[in-house]
């Protein structure tokens, strides 16, 4: 049983969100928030696995609860779902600590997909905002720690930078699965970073592709 929390301001699509997911076997939802303190607060006293977060919300916005939240309670997986793909909003919400990032046009059975993935500990990233946050151009960054990476680690941060599971990793390097999670414990290591989401994000903002 997967314990969901739902933070969004808007109250229909809240309810909407909850019928829906009360139907999905997999799925016990423990609280329903109207903004980031109210998901704050509620993520204390319910202990939810995963909270679905929007971004833009009255009191404190989910970037900011998503920060409060993942400094509280590290365990907690974070799924923005939210209408903005853009970088200003997309790249805060990683860096503050999101497992996830989806939009509110993504399909039910995909929803839940993206919350059975964040519970094995795969990044969820919509394709638009994946397409959005890889760069045009390929730039060397001469950063150490990216040096200190090999040659195969470097093409497995690439393919974490694409939102690809272990799974789909190993098909297309032609490597193990548990090859795959050797090299990404690695570079989580040498890179000093907790989680393949940020993983995904070093690699997005150092240019790696």
């Not at 933070?7 to 909850?18: P, T, Y």
């Not at 799924?79 to 970088?87: K, P």
């Not at 297309?172 to 290591?189: C, D, M, P, Y």
């Amino acid at each position: 049983m997967i314990k969901v929390l739902i933070a969004d301001d808007h109250h229909v699509v809240r309810r909407g969100l909850v019928m829906f997911l009360k139907t999905q076997p997999p799925i016990k939802i423990v609280g329903e928030a109207s903004n980031g303190q109210e998901a704050v607060e509620l993520t204390q006293s319910q202990k939810p696995d995963v909270i679905l977060m929007d971004i833009m919300m009255p009191v404190m916005n989910g970037i900011e609860a998503t920060r409060k939240i993942r400094s509280l309670y590290p365990e907690v997986k974070i799924l923005m779902l939210t209408s903005f793909s853009e970088q200003n909003h997309v790249i805060p919400a990683l860096e503050a600590g999101a497992s996830g990032y989806q939009l509110k046009d993504i399909q039910p059975d995909d929803l839940i997909r993206s919350i059975i993935s964040l519970m094995d500990g795969q990044t969820q990233l919509h394709p638009k905002v994946t397409n959005h946050l890889m760069p045009v151009n390929s730039i060397h960054h001469p950063s150490y720690r990216l040096n200190t990476l090999t040659n195969r680690e470097i093409e497995v941060l690439k393919e974490i930078a694409k939102g690809k599971s272990n799974k789909e990793i190993a098909i297309s390097l032609f490597i193990t699965e548990k090859t795959v999670k050797t090299h990404i414990n690695k570079i989580l290591s040498k890179l000093n970073l907790s989680d393949r989401t940020q993983a995904a994000l070093f690699a997005v903002k150092h240019h790696v592709e």
